[in-house]
């Protein structure tokens, strides 16, 4: 179908002529609300008048940033991307990806399950809700993708489709390669520039060579490396959940990139929240909670990670009976410990791109009291430049949490 | 056109319908002689019977592996990457590239300059002919070729568009993957199963754990990097030259992958040409010419790379600006330090596959003299081991020289 952009005027029309919608709604009449908060795309809430328990969710991307204005060009092919991953990370994991309805690359759109008793991640871990299945499932979603997608699992002519698959998507990439690999790190009309101003944290940083010399090789190993299919820009505002489930959204950064690089955005982020609580609701227990999380998910997906490789025998890496298995236990544990190093590093960058860069994250610059969003931004630094610098020496979740408590204490000393 | 296989009848006929190639030749007769003695492509000689200074080589690939027969298949769009790398290394470096006179990637052929007093470096390095440009002009064709196609040059947009013109060429990495990184290291009826037999050497190759660790490393960079533009096969056949002139033939292996692979297929064969000469002609004029040889090509590599980059300011990798010259420079330096040790790696896995694989080399496996060709395996078992194992702490030309002399030194005392 030819591409339109679709708004509440012409959608249910646009709805009605798919099978699939019509065989979900049947007969229903129907309304659509746009709802999309978001900063690329348009979406649709779509209801059936005559049952409220019938709703879906229609994304369409448009050839534009849609935050910033039609004059900021963007390829709406990033939607094929988002259906392309969501195809297969749902084929992968299906418990963790909404059911979709139906897809179009051409019209740049997917129709897919309302999701509408759960809440962003972001948000209920700046309200302290604790969700105790969390770390159970992002670590599930994470070693299963991470794994299947991957050259340990694939045989070459698989790995080789899929990279075939994603290789296109190299305009999303570039907007990482910039924004969390570069312009933040350097004087950017992109940046914050207000908080910017008379800010010594900021010269800090720009000043920062050996900071920066660690972010090249990170940056380096982003460009260069083909592990497996990642989600791209894994942050707790990609993550929607409640008690009993978690639903990974928003995957239009998808591409075939470093094992580390989801691991890494998810880990920045819980630190960003951790941190806001120790600035701001001082709260010992949540702030426990939210440790022990880091901790689970690490060492949860190191497990499952480490399990799906023990089933199997055969891939494009490793042929059966080329090595003992004392041999291949000990390949196999350094390398989940490069994995682990790697997204330390990865999640460096993401922390403290989001104090300067022009994307800030709620739980840190939506701090309103100037003092306390400073001492906020001093601790996300300090842990960050850490992960940076250190990375290839943080070994392990232990390493991870100690290093979090250690720069906590030292910034308590200091303040 | 549709494809057809060519062959010493129907040639004349097809070449007389290509424009560029009437011009060459005008309206003189033709003859065409099969010389190919390749493994994988028919290879014609076509010569003016009228002018004796007018000749072209014509390749062209076939749906099979031509030395093993018609039931070996293997896709005849090998020679599509074949055709695009040539076009891109001889734009880049065109010194060492054979001129173009057509390509035709649905006829998988390609018509090219005839390189009529040139001869392959391996059979030259046997007969002991010293080329003393050739360190120059292959340090030159790898630094330009390496650096321009690769992400400390390119734009993230371009270094995207020559992933996606090599992507596909997976079934020629698939025979890199189990040939040189997996079959020559454990039983496998591919082997060269008569050298196998009663062999003390393979059990050591097949039983070597720590060996074998580090292949698997190596293994998967060569997966899952994309560095650059590689040949895929720059062994000393991949090679022609004459006192004045060098040229890099036979690329149907171009993939986008590890800085060191190509280094390391030539640092690999020169040595085995060290070895040689060391067992059988023990000339050690011509032995100290090789080593020169492999330390200028890597010094020279080493400064050639290095200016290139210090010309480039702007790149996918490096935003002008982003870091002040001296953080720049150690980048750099420990930058190249790792594409040597990578190299060295893979120069082992090559060197050692040589042995017992499918495909030996004339200087190893083509030693008459059983107990030379056994004291040459030897030789090559130690150092190319020493290569695996020990890449990550050899970071310089000088510390592969000492490896190899080392090596020598230590079997000579003990055989």
Known sequence: MKYKILNTDNIIKYLKSIENIKKYFGEDNLIAKEIGDGNLNFVFLVLSCDDSSKALIVK??????????????????????????????????????????????????????????????????????????????????????????????????????????????????????????????????????????????????????????????LKYIFMNSTDCLL????????????????????????????????????????????????????????????LKTIYDILTMFKNKFLQLWQQTKDSALITDGFVDNTTLKNYKNSFIQNIIRQSVGFAGCEMIRRIFGAAGVDEIRGIKDKNSKDKAEILVFDIGRKFVIEYNDINSPEDIISTITKCESLTKNIT
Chains 1, 2 share one sequence.
């Open 60 to 217: 369409q991307a448009v050839p534009y940033i849609r935050c910033l204005g039609e004059e900021y060009l963007l390829k709406k092919e990033r939607m094929t991307y988002e259906i392309r991953s969501l195809r297969i990370f749902g084929t992968i994991s299906p418990d963790f990806i909404t059911k979709l309805y139906f897809t179009c690359e051409s019209m740049s759109v997917l129709v897919m399950q309302y999701l509408d008793n759960h809440t962003i991640l972001r948000g209920s871990m700046i309200d302290k809700i604790k969700y105790n299945k969390f770390s159970d499932h992002i670590s599930t979603y994470l070693s299963k993708v991470l794994f299947h997608t991957s050259s340990l699992y694939l045989s070459s002519e698989q790995k080789n489709e899929l990279q075939d698959k994603f290789n296109g998507n190299n305009e999303m990439c570039k907007l990482t390669e910039d924004y969390v690999f570069t312009f933040a790190f350097m004087q950017h009309p992109s940046n914050d520039t207000a908080n910017i101003k008379n800010n010594p944290l900021a010269n800090k940083i720009f000043d920062d060579t050996k900071f920066k010399e660690k972010v090249l090789q």
């Open 231 to 290: 989600h791209g820009d894994l942050h707790t505002g990609s993550i929607m959940l409640n008690t009993n489930e978690t639903y990974i959204i928003d995957s239009e950064f998808a591409f075939v990139g470093p094992f580390g690089f989801d691991i890494g955005a998810l880990l920045a982020n819980l630190t960003s929240a951790y941190i806001h609580h120790t600035i701001v609701s001082k709260d010992e227990e949540y702030k426990k909670w939210i």
